[in-house]
C-alpha cells in the first residue's frame, strides 16, 4: 500500500512538472512590416504606416488585457519612395517608426539610396561620407538598425556605425527575445553603387546562424531574423503546404538550410511576394510593400520554462481598403504620435508636391507589363534627352507609380520615378 502511494506522488510530481501552468504561459505577438518606402498614409493602390499603427495599438491592448506583450519588426526599406519621405531624406518616417515602437529594423538596399547628407545622391567632393543620410536616420532612430551580414571590407567585420548593429535582444513581457537583421546577397547592386563602395556582403546563412547561437546562449527564448531578402510561393492558403514554393529563391532556401531550433520565425521583404510557410519548424511570412500588408505571428511561451508551447502563424494581414472596424476586439484607431508625424510629413512637401508642371494627361500612363505605355514614354524621354543610341529602363523596380490622367504634377512624376540612379 505504501509502495503504491509513493508511485502515485511520483507521477503526480511528474506531471506537475512537465506540464506548462497556465499562469505562466504569455503570448507574444510580433507583427512584421516590409518594404514600406515612405508611405505614410493610404492611397488608392497602397496602405499606409498611419493605418499599420492602428492595428499594432489594437494588437497592444490586446495583449495587455492577457498580460502578453507586442513586437514590431521591419525587414527593410523604410524610408525611400515618396516625396514626403524623400524630401528630408527618411528623417519623417524614422520619426513615424519611433512613434510606432519598432522595436529593430534591418538595413534594406534602399537605405543606402540618399547617399551624402544633402541634395548630392552620391558623393561629389572629397569628405563627404557616401552613408551619411543612412549614418543620420540611424541616429535619430530610437530602434536599432540590423545589419548581420553587411562587412567593412578594410575591417573584415560587421559595420560599426552608431546604433547599427548585427542584432539585438529585447524584452517582451518578461520574455527574452533576439531579433537578427540580414541583407539579400543583391543587396549592394540593387542602389546606388557609388553609397555602397567599401562593403561587401557574407552568405546570409553563416551571420545568422553566428547571431542565433550567441543569443541563445544569452537568453533568448524566441529568435527572430528579419531579412532583406525575398521568396516564392504560389499559394499562402496552408502554411504547412510548401509545394508552391521556389527551393531555389533565397529567403526560402535559408529557411530549409536552418535546423530545427536554430531560429523561430523569419519576416521577409525585398521581392515583396506573399508568403505564410512552415518549413520544418522554421517558419516565414512576407508582405507586399507600401504597407499594403503586415505579418503576424503569435508565440504561447511558458515563462517559467523559457520555451515555447505554442504558436499561429497568420496569412498576411490585408491593410488596404475597406478596413473593419474592429480587429482582436479592439477598435482600430490610429496612433495620434504616428497620425502627427505624417500629417507634419504631408505639410512640408505639399507646396512641391502639388505644384502643376503645365501638361494635360489625357489618358493614363500605366504599367501593364514590360512592354507597358509608361515605360516606353520614359525609355523615350531618355532617348530623346541625350544623344544615344539605344534608352533603358528598369520597368519592374525602377518605375514606381501609374501617371494619372489630368494636370501633371511634380508629385506624379516624382512618386512614378523617386530615385536618384545616375
Known amino acids: 500500500m505504501r509502495t503504491s502511494l509513493y508511485v502515485l506522488l511520483i507521477v503526480l510530481i511528474a ?24 508611405q505614410f498614409s493610404a492611397s488608392d493602390t ?10 499594432v495599438n489594437a494588437l497592444r491592448k490586446a495583449r495587455a488585457a492577457d498580460g502578453g506583450s507586442v513586437l514590431v519588426v521591419d525587414a527593410g526599406d523604410m524610408w525611400q519612395g ?33 547617399g551624402p547628407i544633402g541634395a548630392d545622391a552620391v558623393p561629389t567632393e572629397p569628405g563627404q561620407d557616401p552613408r551619411g543620410a543612412l549614418k543620420a536616420r540611424a541616429q535619430e532612430a530610437a530602434f ?33 527575445v533576439g531579433i537578427i537583421g540580414i541583407l539579400t546577397m543583391s543587396g549592394l547592386r540593387t542602389t ?33 531574423v528579419a531579412a532583406h531578402a525575398g521568396g516564392r510561393c504560389g499559394d499562402i492558403s496552408d502554411p504547412q503546404d510548401t509545394s508552391s514554393c521556389d527551393p531555389s529563391s533565397e529567403l526560402v532556401r535559408l529557411a530549409l538550410d536552418l535546423e530545427p531550433g536554430e531560429v523561430d520565425h523569419i519576416f521577409g521583404g525585398h521581392l515583396n511576394n506573399l508568403m505564410a510557410h512552415d518549413f520544418d519548424g522554421v517558419t516565414v511570412s512576407v508582405n507586399h510593400g507600401k504597407a499594403r500588408h503586415f505579418g503576424r505571428i503569435d508565440f504561447r511561451i ?8 505554442g504558436r499561429d502563424l497568420f496569412p498576411p494581414q490585408e491593410n488596404i481598403t475597406p478596413r ?30 502639388n505644384r502643376q508642371l503645365g501638361v494635360n494627361v489625357e489618358t493614363p500612363f500605366v504599367r501593364d507589363g514590360v512592354e507597358s505605355p509608361l515605360g516606353n514614354l520614359v525609355a523615350r524621354a531618355l532617348y530623346d534627352t541625350y544623344e544615344v543610341d539605344v534608352a533603358l529602363i528598369n520597368v519592374r523596380g ?21 530615385f536618384d540612379n545616375v
Not at 511558458?302 to 508551447?309: A, E, L, N, P, Y
Not at 525602377?398 to 523617386?418: H, I, N
Open 144 to 176: 536599432p538598425l540590423l545589419a548581420a551580414n553587411i562587412v567593412d571590407r578594410e575591417t573584415g567585420q560587421a559595420v560599426a556605425w552608431d546604433n547599427v548593429r548585427p542584432s539585438v535582444m529585447v524584452d517582451a513581457g518578461g520574455v527574452r
Open 46 to 55: 497602397s496602405g499606409g504606416l498611419v493605418d499599420i499603427s492602428a492595428y
Open 398 to 418: 525602377g518605375l514606381r507609380a501609374d501617371l494619372p490622367a489630368g494636370q501633371l504634377t511634380f508629385g506624379d512624376v516624382y512618386e512614378m520615378f523617386p
Open 324 to 353: 473593419p472596424a474592429i480587429y482582436e476586439g479592439q477598435a482600430l484607431e490610429p496612433d495620434p504620435a504616428v497620425l502627427r508625424a505624417a500629417a507634419a510629413a504631408h505639410e512640408f512637401a505639399a507646396a512641391l508636391k
Open 82 to 114: 515618396t516625396l514626403e519621405s524623400n524630401i528630408a531624406e527618411g528623417a519623417g518616417m524614422v520619426e513615424a517608426y519611433n512613434a510606432l515602437g519598432v522595436a529593430a529594423a534591418a538595413i534594406g538596399n534602399h537605405e543606402f539610396d540618399f
Open 302 to 309: 511558458d515563462t517559467r520554462s523559457g520555451k515555447v508551447v
Open 192 to 224: 546606388i553603387a557609388p553609397n555602397t563602395v567599401g562593403l561587401e556582403l557574407t552568405p546570409m546563412l553563416d551571420a545568422v546562424r553566428r547571431e542565433a547561437r550567441a543569443l541563445r546562449e544569452a537568453g533568448a527564448a524566441l529568435v527572430i
Open 15 to 38: 506531471g506537475c512538472a512537465s506540464a506548462p501552468h497556465e499562469d505562466a504561459i504569455r503570448t507574444i505577438t510580433i507583427i512584421g512590416i516590409n518594404d514600406i518606402h515612405g
